[in-house]
């Protein structure tokens, strides 16, 4: 995709040509502005894809670039992008900053007739953050939400589920981001990868009773192994809980696993 797509009066959306397993049909990057505005704050630059950066440069100007955390198919286009525009990127992880200072959680940032919100949501990693975008009642303009939305990144995508990347990412901070996202309700989920949702809540709450429900799996696996979940081989538990996933999948999988058993490890009587 080369030419942004209107998602609601404030944030369009361009496509990275990364599709994948762990990408759905590539990342989502977001440019953020208000109508009649001429620069935007890009989320998520995605890959260090020449093609992709010079059409977001071109949606521009760029005026700042946001990061809702440090992986590369999220991250690898930042340093590319300041260089093409000159934009700072703010991050919460300090190594990923470039002429700027970072982010943290409660920080509001409005510009470009937009207000953001930063949100701590880690579990998927260390330095996951979701950012919540005010809405603008001002625009009545057709087919696009004039409503707030929220930027999750990774902690909640457009389809599917998301992994646990332990060890950086930790299962009991993943649910405490579930369930600050959930009290979101309604809000528009803007993700950074698949299609975007109508309702945060219902979302969170769905990935909540998938994570509940495989903690489960898990454990039922560990009885079955006759083991505890300090003692478990996570490839063995792979194969008995997600047997049903296609194998490309395991690898992410068993990061997952490995997540769930440090859980179950320090907390085994948590839901």
Do not use: K
Not at 122 to 128: A, L, M
Not at 176 to 200: F, K, N, Q, W, Y
Request: charge should be negative; aromatic fraction near 2%.
């Amino acid at each position: 995709m080369t030419t942004p797509r209107q998602v609601t009066a404030l944030a369009a959306v361009l496509l990275a040509p990364n599709p994948g397993p762990m990408t759905l049909e590539g990342t989502n990057t977001w440019l953020l502005r208000a109508p009649g505005e001429p620069g935007c704050i890009v989320v998520d630059p995605g890959p260090d894809d020449p093609g992709h950066l010079a059409a977001t440069a071109a949606a521009g100007p760029v005026e700042l670039i946001l990061l809702t955390h440090g992986h590369p198919d999220h991250s690898a286009g930042a340093a590319s992008l300041h260089q093409l525009t000159g934009a700072p990127v703010r991050a919460l992880d300090p190594a990923h900053r470039l002429g700027s200072a970072g982010l943290a959680a409660g920080d509001v940032l409005a510009l470009l007739g937009v207000e953001l919100r930063v949100l701590p949501t880690p579990g998927h990693t260390s330095d996951s953050l979701s950012f919540l975008l005010a809405g603008d009642e001002r625009d009545a303009t057709a087919g696009v939400g004039t409503g707030p939305a929220v930027l999750t990144g990774d902690t909640v995508l457009g389809r599917g589920t998301t992994v646990v990347a332990h060890p950086d990412g930790r299962l009991a901070d993943y649910l405490d981001s579930l369930r600050l996202l959930r009290e979101l309700g309604e809000t528009t989920v803007l993700p950074g990868h698949g299609p975007e949702l109508p309702a945060a809540g219902a979302a969170a709450q769905l990935y909540l009773e998938h994570r509940a429900a495989r903690l489960a799996q898990v454990r039922d696996a560990l009885s079955e192994l006759g083991t505890t979940a300090a003692a478990a081989d996570p490839a063995e538990v792979v194969r008995r809980v997600y047997a049903e996933v296609d194998r490309a999948l395991w690898p992410a999988a068993e990061l997952s696993v490995r997540a769930q058993l440090d859980y179950l490890a320090t907390q085994p009587d948590m839901p």
